[in-house]
């Protein structure tokens, strides 16, 4: 019977020379090319960044948050808002007996960034504005006091050169776990106060949901006067997991689009058609509820879709300014 075996084994490895060993995360990350999770069409990366990292069949990929501030502000001209010195690492953390900081570190290198935020002032579409976007590829945009002090930073500025809007488009799994309580106080508590700020001084928040937003950071998202969906087919946009929140509720079986963009039409203002429309999306309403006249004209203008949809929110709403 070793005969047998003999074969066995020679042709196991013979195998191995035409099967391929799966791509590590961090050669896919560095590949140029990826697959749509959608419509598994295989896509260029730099065809992707062209078209704002949106596939044809409208799925969103998580778009780089520098790229996000280059988009949204006119001409691209904008003040980075830096990141105040703060402590990111509580608790000393460790990760599989491996500092969390040495982890940040490469986090920092990847993105450019000194925290999961990248902040900037500037003008959009002739309005003052603030922005905050949120950096996935950061350790998933987790928050912890230096994102918080970043967080309020940012609507610091807003407040002295008496921004119009200050918008956060948001995609973070929560307040870090690296951080424990130290993460979750200084950005539930602080993210609070500061918008709190921006209303006492009459600043219009918009809030725009993207994928995965969860935890601490999907409430802060809910603290914003005008609440967005970067698209309706933007995904896990809830509190907590579907596996926790299908436990919550003894097992029962949740729908199919639970936490998906078209499912939140009753619980936000905008849903938009996809991440292009935010730009104009975002200052036609902010301009009918701040008084501000319109300006004569503007790029891109908004499809009929979103312009019906904002109109159906300026008739609806009736938030404080």
């Not at 950061?138 to 918008?167: L, N, Q, R």
Request: hydrophobic share 35%; proline share 4%.
């Amino acid at each position: 019977m070793n005969w047998i075996k003999d074969k066995i084994k020679k042709f196991g490895d013979s195998l191995k020379k035409y099967t391929r060993k799966r791509p590590s995360k961090n050669e896919q990350e560095n590949a140029d090319w990826i697959n749509c999770p959608s419509c598994k069409k295989l896509q260029y990366k730099k065809d992707l960044e062209s078209l704002q990292f949106i596939c044809s069949c409208n799925y969103h990929f998580d778009y780089p948050a520098k790229l996000r501030l280059k988009n949204i502000f006119d001409n691209s001209n904008f003040e980075e808002i830096p990141c105040p010195p703060a402590d990111s690492d509580p608790l000393n953390f460790k990760i599989n007996n491996k500092p969390y900081i040495s982890k940040r570190k490469k986090y920092e290198e990847a993105t450019g960034l000194d925290s999961a935020f990248a902040c900037a002032s500037g003008k959009i579409n002739g309005l003052t504005a603030v922005v905050v976007c949120s950096e996935w590829k950061f350790g998933g945009s987790a928050m912890t006091p230096k994102e918080s002090e970043h967080f309020v930073s940012a609507a610091v500025k807003a407040i002295e050169i008496k921004a119009d809007i200050f918008i956060s488009i948001l995609q973070s799994g929560g307040m870090a776990v690296t951080g424990g309580v130290p993460a979750l106080a200084s950005g539930m508590v602080k993210t609070q106060i500061a918008y709190s700020e921006l209303k006492k001084a009459g600043i219009l928040s918009i809030g725009v949901a993207c994928s995965k937003l969860s935890g601490g950071t999907y409430v802060m998202w809910n603290n914003h006067d005008i609440l967005c969906v970067e698209s309706p087919s933007s995904h896990d946009i809830l509190f907590s997991g579907k596996r926790v929140t299908a436990n919550l509720k003894s097992g029962e079986q949740l729908p199919e689009d639970f936490g998906q963009g078209s499912s939140l039409d009753a619980l936000v203002d905008i849903i938009f058609s996809s991440r292009l429309e935010i730009k104009d999306g975002v200052t036609k309403i902010a301009r009918v509820l701040l008084k501000k006249p319109k300006i004569k004209s503007i790029a891109d203008s908004p499809s009929e879709t979103i312009d019906e949809s904002i109109e159906k929110t300026l008739s609806e709403t009736s938030k404080a300014v």
